[in-house]
């Protein structure tokens, strides 16, 4: 499955941005989706996921309250609602997704990534 993130941009602290990963090439529905961040100099972290129906939502503490994961597998799309958004919110946002996954932060369970999009947020 190919994937490509859309969406990122400059917004000021407090505002919104809705990230989109759209998928190509296989049934989307089978696949589970993460969103992942990497901010210059840290290490990659977890975001959110869903499951492939959608039945299992899970988020990061930090963005917890703030960011909503949803998918629509008619439309081969899975998007990243990001409200309220912080400075430390501030990183390349890449979505990636599997087939089989046990461990949903862990970004070595997800064998497909998308190019990234980079979120940026003045303070």
């Known amino acids: 499955v190919q994937l490509q993130a859309s969406g990122g941009g400059l917004v000021q602290a407090g505002g919104s941005l809705r990230l989109s990963c759209a998928a190509s090439?296989?049934?989307?529905?089978?696949?589970?989706v993460g969103w992942f961040r990497q901010a210059p100099g840290k290490e990659r972290e977890f975001v959110a996921a869903?499951?492939?129906?959608?039945?299992?939502?899970y988020y990061a503490d930090s963005v917890k309250g703030r960011f909503t994961i949803s998918r629509e597998n008619a439309k081969n799309t899975v998007y990243l609602q990001m409200n309220s958004l912080k400075p430390e919110d501030t990183a390349v946002y890449y979505c990636?997704?599997?087939?089989?996954?046990?461990?949903?932060?862990?970004?070595?369970?997800?064998?497909?990534w998308g190019q990234g999009t980079q979120v940026t947020v003045s303070s």
């Open positions: 869903i499951a492939r129906n959608g039945a299992r939502i």
């Open positions: 090439g296989h049934t989307f529905s089978s696949y589970a």
């Open positions: 990636a997704a599997t087939r089989t996954i046990y461990t949903w932060f862990r970004s070595t369970e997800y064998d497909y």
